[in-house]
Protein backbone atom coordinates (compact mmCIF):
# COMPACT_ATOMS: atom_id res chain seq x y z
CA UNK A 1 0.00 0.00 0.00
CA UNK A 2 1.01 3.51 -1.00
CA UNK A 3 1.59 6.19 1.98
CA UNK A 4 -0.81 7.98 0.05
CA UNK A 5 -2.06 9.59 3.78
CA UNK A 6 0.25 11.24 6.50
CA UNK A 7 -0.52 12.41 9.53
CA UNK A 8 2.25 14.13 11.12
CA UNK A 9 1.36 15.30 14.87
CA UNK A 10 2.51 17.06 18.20
CA UNK A 11 5.68 19.32 16.56
CA UNK A 12 6.50 21.72 19.33
CA UNK A 13 5.44 24.53 16.30
CA UNK A 14 5.40 24.93 12.92
CA UNK A 15 6.85 28.07 11.26
CA UNK A 16 6.09 29.44 7.87
CA UNK A 17 5.00 32.03 6.22
CA UNK A 18 1.44 32.13 4.21
CA UNK A 19 0.27 32.88 0.71
CA UNK A 20 0.98 32.46 -3.11
CA UNK A 21 3.08 35.19 -4.02
CA UNK A 22 5.86 36.68 -2.61
CA UNK A 23 6.34 38.93 0.47
CA UNK A 24 7.84 42.32 0.74
CA UNK A 25 9.32 44.43 3.13
CA UNK A 26 7.78 44.68 6.89
CA UNK A 27 5.62 41.15 5.35
CA UNK A 28 8.55 39.56 5.61
CA UNK A 29 8.32 39.12 8.92
CA UNK A 30 4.77 37.96 8.80
CA UNK A 31 5.12 34.29 9.81
CA UNK A 32 2.14 31.57 10.69
CA UNK A 33 3.02 30.00 14.40
CA UNK A 34 1.53 27.07 15.43
CA UNK A 35 2.54 25.51 18.79
CA UNK A 36 1.56 22.14 19.35
CA UNK A 37 0.65 21.69 15.52
CA UNK A 38 0.20 18.77 13.29
CA UNK A 39 -0.37 18.49 9.13
CA UNK A 40 -2.95 15.86 7.25
CA UNK A 41 -1.50 14.85 3.42
CA UNK A 42 -3.22 13.05 1.15
CA UNK A 43 -1.77 12.15 -2.01
CA UNK A 44 1.55 14.51 -1.13
CA UNK A 45 -0.83 17.46 -0.74
CA UNK A 46 -1.66 19.09 2.60
CA UNK A 47 -4.90 18.69 3.79
CA UNK A 48 -4.91 19.92 6.96
CA UNK A 49 -2.59 22.29 9.19
CA UNK A 50 -3.27 23.83 12.42
CA UNK A 51 -3.45 23.08 16.39
CA UNK A 52 -3.02 19.09 16.87
CA UNK A 53 -6.33 18.66 18.65
CA UNK A 54 -8.23 20.74 15.83
CA UNK A 55 -6.51 18.20 13.10
CA UNK A 56 -7.68 15.37 14.91
CA UNK A 57 -11.43 16.43 15.10
CA UNK A 58 -11.19 17.35 11.18
CA UNK A 59 -9.47 13.38 11.01
CA UNK A 60 -12.43 11.89 13.47
CA UNK A 61 -15.17 13.87 11.08
CA UNK A 62 -13.70 12.41 7.89
CA UNK A 63 -15.67 9.60 6.14
CA UNK A 64 -11.97 8.14 4.63
CA UNK A 65 -11.64 5.26 6.35
CA UNK A 66 -8.24 4.36 4.61
CA UNK A 67 -4.56 3.85 6.73
CA UNK A 68 -2.97 6.78 7.98
CA UNK A 69 0.68 6.89 8.33
CA UNK A 70 1.40 8.84 11.76
CA UNK A 71 4.68 10.47 11.94
CA UNK A 72 5.64 11.56 15.72
CA UNK A 73 7.47 15.07 15.47
CA UNK A 74 7.37 16.29 18.86
CA UNK A 75 9.57 18.50 20.10
CA UNK A 76 10.39 19.11 16.84
CA UNK A 77 9.89 22.49 14.62
CA UNK A 78 8.31 21.94 10.57
CA UNK A 79 9.25 24.23 8.18
CA UNK A 80 8.24 24.99 4.32
CA UNK A 81 10.68 22.91 1.94
CA UNK A 82 13.68 25.46 1.68
CA UNK A 83 14.48 26.31 -2.31
CA UNK A 84 17.41 27.19 -3.53
CA UNK A 85 16.61 29.67 -6.35
CA UNK A 86 20.44 30.31 -7.85
CA UNK A 87 23.01 27.52 -8.28
CA UNK A 88 25.84 26.19 -10.90
CA UNK A 89 26.25 22.74 -9.66
CA UNK A 90 26.16 20.84 -13.06
CA UNK A 91 30.20 21.17 -13.60
CA UNK A 92 33.37 19.04 -14.15
CA UNK A 93 36.79 19.63 -12.06
CA UNK A 94 37.23 22.08 -9.39
CA UNK A 95 39.23 25.41 -8.97
CA UNK A 96 40.98 24.94 -5.90
CA UNK A 97 44.36 26.95 -6.81
CA UNK A 98 42.27 29.85 -7.67
CA UNK A 99 40.87 29.92 -4.31
CA UNK A 100 43.97 30.09 -2.67
CA UNK A 101 45.30 32.57 -4.64
CA UNK A 102 42.35 34.73 -3.92
CA UNK A 103 43.02 34.04 -0.57
CA UNK A 104 46.47 35.61 -1.24
CA UNK A 105 45.15 38.19 -2.68
CA UNK A 106 44.15 37.81 -6.35
CA UNK A 107 41.01 39.28 -7.41
CA UNK A 108 38.07 37.11 -9.20
CA UNK A 109 38.05 39.58 -12.19
CA UNK A 110 42.20 39.27 -12.60
CA UNK A 111 41.98 35.06 -12.34
CA UNK A 112 39.25 35.38 -14.97
CA UNK A 113 41.44 37.95 -17.11
CA UNK A 114 43.97 35.57 -17.01
CA UNK A 115 42.44 32.75 -18.68
CA UNK A 116 41.23 31.31 -15.33
CA UNK A 117 37.91 31.43 -13.68
CA UNK A 118 34.54 30.41 -15.56
CA UNK A 119 36.95 29.60 -18.51
CA UNK A 120 38.93 26.86 -16.92
CA UNK A 121 35.22 25.66 -15.70
CA UNK A 122 34.52 25.35 -19.09
CA UNK A 123 37.07 23.45 -20.46
CA UNK A 124 36.72 20.32 -17.99
CA UNK A 125 33.32 20.37 -18.51
CA UNK A 126 33.19 20.08 -21.93
CA UNK A 127 35.68 17.25 -21.93
CA UNK A 128 33.61 15.58 -19.54
CA UNK A 129 31.90 12.53 -20.12
CA UNK A 130 27.67 13.09 -19.90
CA UNK A 131 27.53 10.15 -17.43
CA UNK A 132 30.49 11.77 -14.78
CA UNK A 133 28.41 15.17 -14.77
CA UNK A 134 24.97 13.57 -13.75
CA UNK A 135 26.82 11.35 -11.38
CA UNK A 136 28.34 14.18 -9.71
CA UNK A 137 25.23 16.75 -10.35
CA UNK A 138 23.22 13.97 -7.98
CA UNK A 139 25.85 13.82 -5.42
CA UNK A 140 25.76 17.42 -5.11
CA UNK A 141 21.58 17.38 -4.83
CA UNK A 142 22.29 15.24 -2.03
CA UNK A 143 24.26 17.34 -0.49
CA UNK A 144 21.57 20.16 -0.67
CA UNK A 145 18.45 17.84 0.12
CA UNK A 146 20.39 17.49 3.71
CA UNK A 147 20.06 21.13 4.57
CA UNK A 148 16.38 21.06 3.82
CA UNK A 149 16.62 21.75 0.25
CA UNK A 150 13.64 20.12 -1.68
CA UNK A 151 13.65 22.32 -4.85
CA UNK A 152 16.40 23.84 -6.55
CA UNK A 153 17.40 26.05 -9.60
CA UNK A 154 20.00 24.74 -11.98
CA UNK A 155 21.76 27.01 -14.65
CA UNK A 156 23.73 26.03 -17.74
CA UNK A 157 26.60 27.92 -18.48
CA UNK A 158 29.86 25.76 -18.54
CA UNK A 159 29.80 24.76 -21.95
CA UNK A 160 29.41 28.10 -23.99
CA UNK A 161 29.06 25.94 -27.09
CA UNK A 162 25.85 24.48 -28.60
CA UNK A 163 26.91 20.84 -27.92
CA UNK A 164 28.00 21.16 -24.02
CA UNK A 165 24.79 24.00 -23.22
CA UNK A 166 22.05 21.44 -24.96
CA UNK A 167 23.83 18.72 -23.33
CA UNK A 168 24.03 20.20 -19.89
CA UNK A 169 20.20 21.16 -20.32
CA UNK A 170 19.18 17.50 -21.06
CA UNK A 171 20.86 16.15 -17.77
CA UNK A 172 19.39 18.86 -15.87
CA UNK A 173 15.75 17.15 -17.23
CA UNK A 174 16.89 13.77 -16.65
CA UNK A 175 18.03 15.07 -12.82
CA UNK A 176 14.38 16.34 -12.56
CA UNK A 177 13.41 12.88 -13.00
CA UNK A 178 15.83 10.84 -11.49
CA UNK A 179 15.45 12.12 -8.09
CA UNK A 180 13.32 13.09 -5.24
CA UNK A 181 13.45 16.50 -5.62
CA UNK A 182 12.25 19.25 -8.01
CA UNK A 183 14.72 21.08 -10.30
CA UNK A 184 14.46 24.29 -12.71
CA UNK A 185 16.20 24.47 -15.73
CA UNK A 186 18.15 27.71 -16.77
CA UNK A 187 19.83 28.51 -19.64
CA UNK A 188 22.90 30.36 -19.25
CA UNK A 189 24.94 30.38 -22.51
CA UNK A 190 25.62 33.79 -21.67
CA UNK A 191 27.60 33.47 -18.49
CA UNK A 192 31.07 34.48 -19.97
CA UNK A 193 32.47 34.91 -23.83
CA UNK A 194 33.72 31.86 -25.03
CA UNK A 195 37.68 31.82 -26.16
CA UNK A 196 36.20 30.99 -29.98
CA UNK A 197 34.23 34.49 -29.59
CA UNK A 198 37.07 36.04 -27.82
CA UNK A 199 37.25 40.00 -27.90
CA UNK A 200 33.26 39.99 -29.80
CA UNK A 201 30.66 39.81 -27.07
CA UNK A 202 28.30 40.91 -30.00
CA UNK A 203 28.90 38.16 -31.82
CA UNK A 204 28.54 35.60 -29.49
CA UNK A 205 25.44 37.06 -28.12
CA UNK A 206 24.04 37.44 -31.34
CA UNK A 207 24.47 33.33 -31.75
CA UNK A 208 22.82 33.13 -28.79
CA UNK A 209 20.21 34.81 -29.60
CA UNK A 210 19.86 33.40 -33.40
CA UNK A 211 21.04 29.71 -32.49
CA UNK A 212 20.70 28.33 -28.85
CA UNK A 213 17.35 30.45 -27.72
CA UNK A 214 14.77 28.71 -30.97
CA UNK A 215 16.62 25.25 -30.13
CA UNK A 216 16.12 25.35 -26.32
CA UNK A 217 12.63 26.90 -27.16
CA UNK A 218 11.75 24.01 -29.67
CA UNK A 219 12.92 21.37 -27.12
CA UNK A 220 11.64 22.81 -24.00
CA UNK A 221 14.76 22.67 -22.33
CA UNK A 222 14.95 25.05 -20.23
CA UNK A 223 12.16 27.87 -18.31
CA UNK A 224 14.77 30.39 -18.05
CA UNK A 225 17.37 32.56 -19.86
CA UNK A 226 19.70 33.98 -17.55
CA UNK A 227 22.59 36.68 -18.17
CA UNK A 228 25.98 37.58 -16.65
CA UNK A 229 25.46 41.51 -16.80
CA UNK A 230 28.42 43.26 -15.06
CA UNK A 231 32.38 44.52 -16.01
CA UNK A 232 34.20 42.16 -17.96
CA UNK A 233 31.44 39.99 -19.18
CA UNK A 234 28.18 41.76 -21.02
CA UNK A 235 27.13 44.87 -21.07
CA UNK A 236 23.93 46.35 -20.14
CA UNK A 237 22.74 46.94 -23.99
CA UNK A 238 24.12 43.57 -24.49
CA UNK A 239 21.73 42.06 -21.84
CA UNK A 240 19.05 43.52 -22.94
CA UNK A 241 19.18 42.74 -26.29
CA UNK A 242 19.46 38.77 -25.26
CA UNK A 243 16.66 38.41 -22.62
CA UNK A 244 14.07 41.05 -24.66
CA UNK A 245 14.97 37.67 -27.72
CA UNK A 246 14.53 35.58 -24.71
CA UNK A 247 11.04 36.58 -24.05
CA UNK A 248 10.31 36.76 -27.43
CA UNK A 249 10.41 33.37 -27.66
CA UNK A 250 8.54 32.49 -24.35
CA UNK A 251 11.18 32.64 -22.09
CA UNK A 252 10.73 33.82 -18.09
CA UNK A 253 14.35 35.74 -17.11
CA UNK A 254 16.61 35.78 -14.43
CA UNK A 255 19.97 38.47 -14.65
CA UNK A 256 23.28 38.21 -12.86
CA UNK A 257 23.56 41.65 -11.90
CA UNK A 258 25.66 44.38 -9.66
CA UNK A 259 27.98 41.87 -8.68
CA UNK A 260 31.60 43.04 -9.55
CA UNK A 261 30.15 46.33 -10.71
CA UNK A 262 27.53 48.51 -11.46
CA UNK A 263 26.30 48.62 -14.97
CA UNK A 264 22.53 49.06 -14.18
CA UNK A 265 21.72 45.45 -14.20
CA UNK A 266 19.07 45.59 -11.84
CA UNK A 267 16.92 48.77 -13.10
CA UNK A 268 17.27 46.53 -16.12
CA UNK A 269 15.65 43.65 -14.67
CA UNK A 270 12.85 45.72 -12.64
CA UNK A 271 12.04 47.06 -16.63
CA UNK A 272 11.48 43.98 -18.46
CA UNK A 273 10.21 42.66 -14.85
CA UNK A 274 12.65 39.54 -14.43
CA UNK A 275 11.38 36.92 -12.03
CA UNK A 276 14.35 37.69 -10.00
CA UNK A 277 17.64 39.90 -9.92
CA UNK A 278 20.70 38.00 -8.34
CA UNK A 279 23.74 39.03 -6.76
CA UNK A 280 23.16 43.06 -6.04
CA UNK A 281 26.35 43.72 -4.17
CA UNK A 282 27.04 47.14 -5.81
CA UNK A 283 23.21 48.02 -6.21
CA UNK A 284 22.28 51.74 -6.10
CA UNK A 285 19.50 53.21 -3.65
CA UNK A 286 17.90 54.42 -6.82
CA UNK A 287 17.92 50.87 -8.07
CA UNK A 288 16.62 49.48 -4.79
CA UNK A 289 13.57 51.64 -5.14
CA UNK A 290 12.99 50.75 -8.72
CA UNK A 291 12.99 46.63 -7.22
CA UNK A 292 10.78 47.77 -4.72
CA UNK A 293 8.10 49.72 -6.51
CA UNK A 294 8.41 49.07 -10.54
CA UNK A 295 8.65 45.30 -10.91
CA UNK A 296 7.66 42.00 -9.20
CA UNK A 297 11.19 41.26 -9.75
CA UNK A 298 12.37 39.10 -6.37
CA UNK A 299 15.68 40.18 -5.55
CA UNK A 300 18.02 37.02 -4.27
CA UNK A 301 20.77 37.68 -2.73
CA UNK A 302 24.11 35.17 -2.38
CA UNK A 303 25.73 35.94 0.81
CA UNK A 304 28.28 33.07 0.45
CA UNK A 305 29.49 34.56 -2.73
CA UNK A 306 30.38 37.78 -0.98
CA UNK A 307 31.95 36.21 2.07
CA UNK A 308 33.93 33.73 -0.43
CA UNK A 309 34.99 37.23 -2.46
CA UNK A 310 35.74 39.26 0.70
CA UNK A 311 33.68 41.49 -0.52
CA UNK A 312 30.66 44.08 1.08
CA UNK A 313 27.71 41.74 1.12
CA UNK A 314 24.28 43.29 -0.35
CA UNK A 315 22.46 45.62 1.59
CA UNK A 316 19.60 43.32 2.91
CA UNK A 317 18.55 45.69 5.15
CA UNK A 318 17.89 48.92 2.99
CA UNK A 319 16.27 46.13 0.29
CA UNK A 320 14.05 45.22 3.04
CA UNK A 321 13.44 48.38 4.92
CA UNK A 322 12.61 49.93 1.39
CA UNK A 323 9.76 47.75 0.37
CA UNK A 324 12.08 44.60 -1.80
CA UNK A 325 10.86 41.44 -1.73
CA UNK A 326 14.26 39.50 -0.61
CA UNK A 327 15.41 35.79 -1.17
CA UNK A 328 18.48 33.76 -0.27
CA UNK A 329 20.51 31.55 -2.92
CA UNK A 330 23.77 29.42 -2.00
CA UNK A 331 24.98 30.26 -6.12
CA UNK A 332 26.62 26.92 -5.45
CA UNK A 333 29.17 26.64 -7.88
CA UNK A 334 33.01 25.70 -8.27
CA UNK A 335 34.83 29.25 -8.58
CA UNK A 336 32.85 32.15 -6.42
CA UNK A 337 30.94 29.45 -3.83
CA UNK A 338 31.80 26.35 -3.21
CA UNK A 339 29.36 25.35 -1.09
CA UNK A 340 25.51 24.99 -0.99
CA UNK A 341 25.46 25.57 3.29
CA UNK A 342 21.93 26.46 4.33
CA UNK A 343 23.71 27.03 7.95
CA UNK A 344 26.29 29.17 6.60
CA UNK A 345 23.61 31.41 4.54
CA UNK A 346 21.80 32.01 7.74
CA UNK A 347 24.75 32.63 9.97
CA UNK A 348 25.80 35.26 7.35
CA UNK A 349 22.22 36.70 6.47
CA UNK A 350 21.94 37.18 10.43
CA UNK A 351 24.95 37.85 11.56
CA UNK A 352 26.25 40.49 8.70
CA UNK A 353 23.29 41.05 6.55
CA UNK A 354 20.92 41.80 9.80
CA UNK A 355 18.43 39.98 8.58
CA UNK A 356 15.69 38.83 11.06
CA UNK A 357 15.38 35.06 11.87
CA UNK A 358 11.13 35.54 10.11
CA UNK A 359 12.83 37.09 7.66
CA UNK A 360 15.41 34.41 6.76
CA UNK A 361 13.11 31.52 6.85
CA UNK A 362 10.76 33.77 3.93
CA UNK A 363 13.27 34.52 1.89
CA UNK A 364 14.48 30.80 1.98
CA UNK A 365 10.37 29.56 1.50
CA UNK A 366 8.43 31.94 -0.05
CA UNK A 367 10.32 34.43 -1.46
CA UNK A 368 12.77 31.63 -3.04
CA UNK A 369 9.70 29.72 -4.74
CA UNK A 370 8.88 33.10 -5.90
CA UNK A 371 11.89 33.54 -7.25
CA UNK A 372 11.48 30.37 -9.78
CA UNK A 373 7.76 31.12 -10.28
CA UNK A 374 6.20 28.44 -7.79
CA UNK A 375 4.50 30.19 -5.05
CA UNK A 376 1.85 28.69 -5.78
CA UNK A 377 2.17 25.34 -5.05
CA UNK A 378 5.31 25.41 -2.56
CA UNK A 379 7.39 27.69 -0.09
CA UNK A 380 4.73 27.58 2.49
CA UNK A 381 2.67 25.14 4.85
CA UNK A 382 -1.04 25.88 4.29
CA UNK A 383 -3.92 23.73 3.44
CA UNK A 384 -3.60 23.10 -0.85
CA UNK A 385 -0.32 23.56 -1.07
CA UNK A 386 2.33 20.50 -1.82
CA UNK A 387 3.65 18.71 1.35
CA UNK A 388 7.53 19.79 1.08
CA UNK A 389 8.36 19.73 4.50
CA UNK A 390 11.52 20.09 6.54
CA UNK A 391 12.12 19.07 10.25
CA UNK A 392 14.37 20.31 12.61
CA UNK A 393 15.71 18.85 15.53
CA UNK A 394 14.45 22.13 17.67
CA UNK A 395 11.52 23.08 19.04
CA UNK A 396 11.54 27.03 17.93
CA UNK A 397 12.67 28.17 14.29
CA UNK A 398 14.81 31.07 15.54
CA UNK A 399 17.32 28.47 16.14
CA UNK A 400 18.17 27.91 12.85
CA UNK A 401 19.76 31.64 13.73
CA UNK A 402 20.91 30.84 17.23
CA UNK A 403 22.76 27.40 16.55
CA UNK A 404 25.12 29.49 14.80
CA UNK A 405 26.43 27.47 11.70
CA UNK A 406 25.03 24.09 12.40
CA UNK A 407 22.17 21.47 11.09
CA UNK A 408 19.63 20.68 12.72
CA UNK A 409 17.89 18.78 9.85
CA UNK A 410 16.58 15.82 11.00
CA UNK A 411 14.32 14.58 8.53
CA UNK A 412 13.15 15.92 4.69
CA UNK A 413 9.63 15.39 2.99
CA UNK A 414 9.01 15.61 -0.51
CA UNK A 415 5.85 15.52 -1.51
CA UNK A 416 4.42 14.07 1.26
CA UNK A 417 7.29 11.40 1.25
CA UNK A 418 10.13 11.04 3.65
CA UNK A 419 13.12 10.72 1.39
CA UNK A 420 16.67 9.63 2.24
CA UNK A 421 19.48 11.75 1.77
CA UNK A 422 19.79 10.47 -1.97
CA UNK A 423 16.70 11.36 -2.83
CA UNK A 424 14.73 7.74 -2.41
CA UNK A 425 11.67 7.12 -0.40
CA UNK A 426 12.25 6.71 2.85
CA UNK A 427 11.33 3.07 4.58
CA UNK A 428 7.62 2.94 6.00
CA UNK A 429 9.98 1.75 9.37
CA UNK A 430 10.40 4.99 10.33
CA UNK A 431 6.92 5.67 10.81
CA UNK A 432 6.45 5.40 14.03
CA UNK A 433 2.76 3.54 13.96
CA UNK A 434 -0.45 3.88 11.95
CA UNK A 435 -3.95 4.39 12.31
CA UNK A 436 -7.23 3.63 10.59
CA UNK A 437 -10.16 6.24 10.74
CA UNK A 438 -13.48 5.02 11.27
Not at 212 to 221: D, E, F, G, Q, R
Not at 329 to 355: E, F, H, Q, R, W
Request: aromatic letters at 6%.
Amino acid sequence: MGMNRVLIENAAQIATPIGTCAKRGKQMNGLRLIETGSIYIEDGVIQQIGPSASVQQYLHESENQSEIYVIDASGQTLIPGLIDSHTHLMFAGERLDEFCQRLSGATYMAIMAAGGGIQNTVRATRLADPGLLLNESKRRLSEMLRFGVTTAEIKSGYGLDERTELEELTLIQQLNQDLDMDVVATFLGAHAIPLEFSGDGDGYINWIINTMLPKIAATHLAEYVDVFCDQGVFTLKQAERLLSAAIDYGFKIKIHADEIANLGGATLAAKLNATSADHLLRITSAEIRDLANRSRTIATLLPCTAFCLQEEFAPARQMIDSGCAVSLASDYNPGSAYTCSVPLMIALASVTMKMTPAEILTALTINAAAAIDRADSIGSLEVGKLADIVFLNVPDYRYMVYHTGMNDVVRVMKRGKVVDTNGEPENKNWYHRSISVK
